[in-house]
């Protein structure tokens, strides 16, 4: 699961948040030494952004936030989990998110 409200191009601080599971049961990553989001763009480029556990990490919440350049382009980007567990080391499922055109102010007629 992703959970974002709405991003938008250049959008800094906006959290990227996923909830890792195995069979609709929550992954503990109390003892995992890695966890990162990868961000695939639109145009193909892969960000790797450093990730932290939500509260509890026996509840398999990771997150992180953008950065400037990290939504630089308009359009659909697949977000993935990357897990380093002692006995276990992966991806999650991807999702899809959607980054959305900005108005430009300079274009507008009032």
Do not use: F
Not at 18 to 47: F, N
């Amino acid at each position: 699961m992703i959970k974002i409200a709405e991003a938008h191009v250049n959008d800094v601080g906006t959290e990227i948040r996923l909830r890792i599971t195995d069979g609709g049961v929550p992954v503990d990553l109390s003892t995992a030494s890695e966890l990162a989001i990868l961000l695939r763009k639109p145009s193909g480029a892969v960000l790797r952004k450093d990730a932290s556990a939500v509260g509890d990490p026996s509840n398999g919440g990771i997150h992180c936030y953008t950065l400037a350049d990290d939504l630089d382009e308009e359009g659909l980007y697949l977000v993935q989990a990357k897990i380093s567990l002692p006995a276990w080391s992966g991806h999650s499922d991807s999702r899809r998110l959607r980054v959305y055109a900005n108005v430009d102010a300079e274009q507008v007629e009032l």
